[in-house]
């Protein structure tokens, strides 16, 4: 101990840690070779963990397996897509799992999967997620390749959202809502369990009561059951402080409206919150937990610190006012997906016609929000997916068809990559790093790196289209990268369809489409662009 | 978003360090978030996804904290190191305070420091060089790189196994001081003297090695 202190003023005295290394050294480090990893390494150890049943997740893979299938039961998430500055979001879902019996419960996954998943038997959704309206923005990709409706929870599904200038609204799966201030964004994951991450901002919560839902932050997690609670981040620059003058670094804190949640910080210590109270915990712990009433009158962020205690008050009576008129809004929204169906994990609207598929009424609609809905095939999983026996069996599918769809399926998903790749290096000018990310990835950096506005104008424009109000563009080659990549996902269901019509017909190929509401993966996008009439309808609600 | 860009926007020098002066290698995208959750529940496809995308960081530091006479001992260092992985990966938060390849890289240096105290409590000597440290006569480039490499070796080698672990975990593995601290469970001051020390070392390997490669050119 006594050496290690010596050498520690040593190394001080010396400057800054002995000095960097040179280019040479550098060099000569360089040459320093290892050997390259044994061949086959990764799948000995993965058969080695399965073997010590040393993989983790034991506690959300009970949760999604379905009865006695659980050692083999498998769900696979999608990757979530980050939203644009503005709100835009993406989302893509998608779900295998095995039901098929207690003992038999065979896994599927994506990428790679075993086990088909587009034409997989669709679950017989209901329609409880709310519904997004205007510039509301919501990622639902409804999990559409789930064997059975028997047993099935909640179909997976993914998404983000961020908004910059204006609040956004967000279905996270069937159970969550999520209002997201301005300067918020989070992305989720439902699959089972849900799994929200929210990386900066102020969100307000209202989950009902089910599985695990839990947010991660990077001050800690909050875990819930069913509740309302409202998590705000806060950057390091940005200080509350107290009444008092006493400044508390509050890098998040945790209002809880209804119920109660449990608050982990980063070295896992748990805390319940309850009803009422208000957690606060500082970058480096300092955990609080008051009263809401008393720790939001705190809070002098906005007032600033001469503010008095009754304008203090009254701010927090105005906020308690926002909240109810947040869960009257969400209410609307459920109530207003209850009568129009349509929603996420619905195949059909109530009039019947597929989701994919709108009426001209609905399509008018979306126009007025800026709304696209489309069905695509999982393209955007790192490999494409391929229709197993079992699936095509089930399907009444012959093996030569099965093998004429997987080489159409192989083709569109070659084909996505390839114009995706492309446009994320027109985009980045990194083709290098092109040959490193998943599809998602790119996908996720080409909307990050899109000018403000462009997404939601291709929303509009592409609504326009679909409602028969403008003509397509004649050359797509003049629109913005986002465009032109939001355009080549929207076409794709079409495209799949046509495909897939050359090899097992037309008719098969609708039915098959129909039969799940699409093809594996659903998505809506929505949003208009800040001058359009869509954003001014909202705004005036 | 993926894990490293929502860590980088939660951590804004995370980001920087990739391009700090002295981090030597650039960081390479974490897994996407997508893969990571999916290993989180024990999918196999994505559990080897996983180790794909780190085992050659880790059988790098491993058999380089090892040395060359231990190096049979990597692939089960290795081993342990990513079944140590997936039972704490369900814990593993990706907005947390570690990235992951840094958490990885933390478990494979415990791994390795341990095996090394073990050895030297069993009387067994760590060999301080490669094989090839004895043949910087022949003029070629390749040979004068193997000896390049077996001198920085035989120099880094030759440290304690903390001192060692610090100096490739930043220097190859780009790791920040703070990062670093909490992987050898030492204060900062610590990492950048054993920093100090194992850069001090490389240096007189360095200049011995120009020396005698100057001393031969002279008798010629």
């Not at chain 1, 040179?22 to 990893?37: K, N, T």
């Not at chain 1, 519904?131 to 064997?147: D, N, T």
């Not at chain 2, 990885?104 to 390795?112: K, N």
Request: with cysteine; aromatic share 4%.
């Amino acid at each position: 101990m006594k050496k290690e202190k010596d050498d520690q003023r040593g190394g001080e005295a010396g400057g800054a840690a002995g000095g960097e290394l040179s280019a040479e050294e550098r060099e000569a480090l360089a040459a320093w070779e290892v050997p390259e990893v044994p061949e086959g390494f990764a799948a000995r150890v993965v058969e080695a963990a399965a073997g010590a049943g040393a993989a983790s997740g034991s506690a959300t893979a009970a949760e999604s397996a379905t009865g006695a299938a659980a050692a083999a039961g498998t769900a696979t998430g999608a990757a979530a897509a980050a939203g644009t500055a503005t709100g835009a979001e993406s989302a893509a879902g998608t779900a295998a799992e095995s039901t098929t019996g207690a003992a038999a419960g065979t896994a599927t996954a994506a990428g790679a999967a075993a086990e088909p998943d587009v034409l997989a038997g669709a679950a017989a959704g209901r329609s409880g997620a709310a519904r997004r309206w205007g510039i509301v923005v919501v990622a639902a990709a409804a999990g559409l390749l789930l064997w059975q409706a028997r047993g099935i929870r909640e179909p997976a599904a993914s998404g983000s959202a961020a908004a910059a200038g204006e609040r956004v609204t967000a279905a996270i799966g069937r159970r969550g809502v999520a209002v997201v201030e301005p300067g918020g964004a989070l992305s989720w994951i439902v699959d089972g369990d849900t799994v929200v991450t929210q990386a900066a901002g102020d969100v307000f919560y209202r989950v009902d009561r089910g599985g695990p839902f839990r947010v991660e932050t990077p001050h800690g997690t909050v875990r819930v059951t069913g509740t309302c609670f409202r998590v705000e981040l806060t950057t390091m620059k940005r200080h509350w402080h107290a009444l008092a003058g006493a400044a508390i670094g509050a890098a998040i804190v945790v209002t809880v409206y209804e119920g109660s949640v449990i608050f982990a910080d980063k070295s896992g210590e748990e805390r319940e919150v309850r009803a009422g109270q208000e957690l606060t915990a500082g970058p480096e712990g300092g955990v609080r937990i008051g009263e809401a009433g008393e720790a939001v009158a705190d809070l002098t962020q906005e007032l600033g610190e001469d503010a008095s205690r009754e304008e203090l008050l009254a701010r927090h009576q105005a906020q308690r006012a926002e909240i109810l008129a947040l869960r009257r809004r969400v209410a609307e929204l459920e109530a207003g997906s209850a009568g129009r169906g349509g929603g996420p994990g619905d195949t059909h609207d109530p009039g019947g016609r597929p989701w994919f598929d709108p009426s001209q009424e609905d399509l008018a609609r979306f126009a007025e929000e800026c709304r696209v809905r489309y069905d695509l095939p999982p393209v955007m999983s790192t490999e494409p997916f391929q229709l197993g026996p079992r699936a095509a069996e089930q399907a009444g599918l012959s093996e030569a068809e099965r093998a004429a769809i997987n080489r159409v399926l192989a083709a569109l998903h070659r084909e996505h990559l390839a114009e995706l790749r492309e446009l994320y290096i027109e985009v980045t000018g990194d083709a290098s790093r092109a040959d490193d990310l998943s599809p998602q990835a790119m996908a996720s950096e080409l909307r990050d790196k899109s000018a403000l506005g462009d997404a939601e104008r291709a929303n509009q424009k592409i609504a326009r289209e679909r409602a028969g109000l403008i003509p397509p563009p004649a050359d797509l080659s003049l629109l913005p990268p986002i465009e032109r990549y939001l355009r080549l996902q929207a076409a794709l269901g079409d495209l799949t369809e046509e495909r897939l019509a050359e090899v097992i017909g037309r008719g098969r190929a609708r039915e098959l489409r129909e039969k799940r509401g699409g093809w594996g993966w659903r998505n809506e996008q929505a949003g208009c662009p800040s001058d359009a009439p869509g954003a001014e309808v909202e705004a005036a609600r | 978003m993926n894990v490293a860009e929502a860590r980088d926007e939660a951590d804004p020098g995370a980001r920087a360090a990739a391009g700090a002066p002295g981090v030597a290698a650039r960081r390479e995208p974490e897994l996407d978030e997508v893969t990571l959750r999916r290993a989180q529940r024990g999918e196999p496809d994505a559990c080897r996804a996983l180790v794909e995308r780190y085992q050659r960081p880790v059988f790098a530091l491993l058999c380089r904290m090892l040395g060359p006479t231990r190096r049979d001992r990597a692939e089960d260092l290795a081993q342990e190191t990513f079944l140590a992985v997936f039972r704490s990966l369900g814990g593993f938060a990706p907005l947390g305070a570690a990235r992951l390849s840094t958490w990885i890289l933390t478990i494979a240096s415990r791994r390795a420091i341990d095996e090394l105290r073990r050895s030297e409590a069993a009387g067994r000597s760590v060999a301080l060089a490669e094989d090839t440290a004895e043949s910087p006569a022949r003029a070629d480039e390749g040979a004068r790189r193997a000896a390049l490499g077996a001198r920085v070796a035989g120099a880094v080698g030759a440290l304690p196994a903390g001192h060692r672990a610090a100096f490739l975990l930043r220097e190859v593995h780009g790791m920040e001081y703070a990062e670093i601290a909490r992987a050898l469970e030492v204060d900062v001051g610590t990492v950048k003297s054993r920093l100090s020390r194992a850069r001090a070392a490389l240096r007189v390997a360095l200049a011995d090695l120009a020396a005698e490669e100057s001393g031969r050119g002279d008798d010629r």
